[in-house]
């Protein structure tokens, strides 16, 4: 089933060729939406050049040349060449009774080819609370999963949380000294700031306890197996943290996804040898580096990526390059997404220009630093308390939920206890995440948990409601015993114009995966759900009295509930049945 561009791209491409040789068929004829019709041909300023024509004579050479018989009307040449092109509207019908059938997965191609994708994304660090930081890493690094899978694509998760390095020593000593099953303990499932900042208070104000700390990080990264298994254990503990939060947030991490730090150790010092045997490292102020090209710092110098430090210790720099390189090598990815911070855009650079003149990342292996830009507070500044500490993530999900379930207490007091309960945690979950998935990935927004929850404007709200108030329909005609029509009515303007949204809604998850770029699912989304809006105004479905009239706008309606429901699920966002 073609999308509208690509049916559109095809007849075009033919008319280049009829109209002006051979040699154009590959010319792009740039369809593009447009608001005086519903799509635009704009090639003609770009071919006129080639050919030594007017822009508006080339125009009407296509225009000559082109068929669009069953597809589209003739169209018309506005401006300096451009072709406004309205679509027949039997055809538009057709195509959405194809997306409603079962068989065409709602007009999701299969991939020409289908990639391996490792993704790198959440990235806590053990003995330490999720803060505020970690929540659009995890939140846009789910969506891209989900969405990817949704695109036939394999996509190999990559928690690489930070479980290995010199606070281990610290922390290790502090857990025996309180006992393993002691309340102090517990704390790193529930605060596991506060086990931190305690372990962090004795090491700085014990120099006993701090010459063990050291000890203990020799014999940790010696490989001693009684320190290694005391280590388990306190990952162990802090991974029940993760789930937690990982539950509450509805994302699709689990165990198996787990790739920290630690898992790279044995693998450090091969990396190390090879950039050394390789001429790629050398000794400079007695840590051995690597100086990757085009990067130069403020001394105009080239810049360093330390591979072994001078004390003998490996550092972040040696670990990135060991993931990569097994992500490659082993897990034999097309792909990686690294959805990280925007302020270790240079620091990935570096990776990545590394592992290219190592060999390991080739042309044929697509690495991407997905940035991921700040939350904000009302002042404009990095989110945090009072105090001027970061966020505690937990907090600050509880306190949507909690402020979501206030709203449908007083709006649905009918309904029972446990399906508010669900319906405010889908809504107050959703709007967090919605907000983040809709903002641009690599640029700073304003927690602004009103606006998030609001019912109108492009909130996850508003589209759960849209669902809500497609099933409500379909509850009520279930009622009545009127059944949806075989194919999706499409013929006034309103139903015209939502079964054109509705077909747009591959091609959008086909861009989203291609550019990890989640927010243009937010707008196309939002963007159906006005056109539900406007459809459901002008066109009655349960009051109008033809029966085949209505079995059609009732095809449409649902069509349009899977559809976003299916989006919401690629954007890991939940539609309760009721709101």
């Known amino acids: 089933m073609p999308a509208p561009e690509l049916a559109l791209t095809e007849r075009f491409q033919s008319a280049f060729a009829q109209a002006f040789g051979e040699e ?10 447009s608001q005086f019709a519903d799509f635009q041909c704009n090639a003609a300023m770009g071919l006129a050049k080639r050919v030594g024509s007017k822009p508006r004579d080339v125009a009407q050479q296509i225009l000559d040349a082109v068929d669009l018989t069953g597809l589209a009307e003739t169209p018309e040449i506005a401006g300096p060449g451009f072709l406004n092109i309205r679509l027949r509207t039997d ?7 194809e997306l409603a059938a ?3 997965h709602l007009g999701i191609p299969a991939p020409d ?41 394999t996509v190999v998760r990559q928690n690489h949380i930070g479980d290995w390095g010199t606070p281990f020593g610290m922390l290790i000593e502090h857990l025996l000294d309180v006992g393993e099953d002691g309340d102090e303990a517990k ?30 990080v020799v014999t940790l990264q010696a490989g001693d197996r009684q320190t290694l298994e005391i280590w388990t254990r306190l990952v162990e503990l802090s991974k029940q943290y993760f789930h937690r939060i990982y539950d509450m947030l509805d994302v699709t991490l689990t165990d198996d996804d787990l790739a920290g730090e630690s898992s790279y150790n044995d693998q450090l010092e091969i990396v190390a040898k090879q950039l050394e045997a390789d001429g790629l490292a050398r000794i400079s102020d007695g840590a051995l580096c690597v100086f990757p090209e085009g990067f130069i710092g403020r001394d105009e110098k080239p810049l360093p990526l330390i591979i072994r430090k001078s004390d003998g210790g490996y550092g972040y720099g040696t670990t990135d390059l060991a993931a990569i390189r097994h992500r490659i090598q082993d897990l034999r990815a097309d792909r990686i997404a690294y959805v990280i911070g925007s302020a270790q855009e240079l620091h990935m650079n570096m990776v990545f220009e590394t592992a290219r003149e190592a060999g390991w990342l080739t042309d044929d292996v697509e690495a991407t630093h997905v940035k991921i830009g700040s939350v904000l507070g009302e002042d404009g500044k990095i ?41 405010a945690h889908a809504v107050g979950i959703g709007g967090v995440k919605y907000a983040d998935l ?31 108030r497609i099933r409500s329909i379909s509850r009520r005609a279930a009622e009545q015993g009127i059944t949806a029509g075989p194919a999706p009515r499409v013929e006034n303007d309103a139903e015209r114009a939502l ?21 243009r699912l937010c707008a196309y989304l939002f963007s159906l759900a006005q056109a539900f809006t406007a459809f459901y105004d002008a066109s009655p479905i349960l009051k109008e009295s033809d029966d085949e009239v209505r079995g059609g706008r009732l095809a449409l309606a649902e069509l349009t509930e899977r559809v976003l429901v299916e989006g919401l699920d690629a954007l890991g966002v939940r539609a309760p049945q009721r709101m």
């Open 113 to 153: 080819h289908a990639d391996t994708v490792a993704i790198d994304y959440s990235a806590p660090n053990v003995a330490k609370e999720m803060h505020v930081g970690h929540l659009r890493t995890t939140v846009v690094g789910d969506a891209l999963a989900r969405t990817l899978e949704k695109l036939g694509h």
């Open 383 to 423: 989110l945090r308390t009072r105090s001027g500490s970061s966020l505690r993530l937990m907090s600050l999900l509880e306190e949507a939920v909690q402020t979501a379930r206030g709203v449908i207490d007083e709006l649905r007091p009918d309904l029972p206890e446990d399906e508010r309960a669900e319906i």
């Open 499 to 519: 079964a054109l949204e509705l077909l747009q809604f591959g091609p959008t998850l086909v861009q989203v995966g291609a550019a990890y770029e989640p927010h």
């Open 187 to 216: 704390l790193l499932e529930s605060d596991p700031n506060a086990f931190y900042q305690h372990a962090r208070a004795k090491f700085d104000g014990d120099a006993a306890f701090a010459d063990r700390a050291r000890s203990r």
């Open 102 to 104: 079962p068989e065409s």
């Open 24 to 33: 154009f068929r590959d010319a792009d004829p740039i369809i593009r939406p």
């Open 438 to 468: 809709s903002t641009a990935h690599d640029s700073d927004y304003v927690f602004d948990l009103e606006r998030m929850l609001a019912l109108t404007g492009n909130t996850a709200p508003y589209l759960q409601y849209a669902v809500a």
């Open 91 to 97: 055809w538009i019908g057709n195509q959405a009774a």
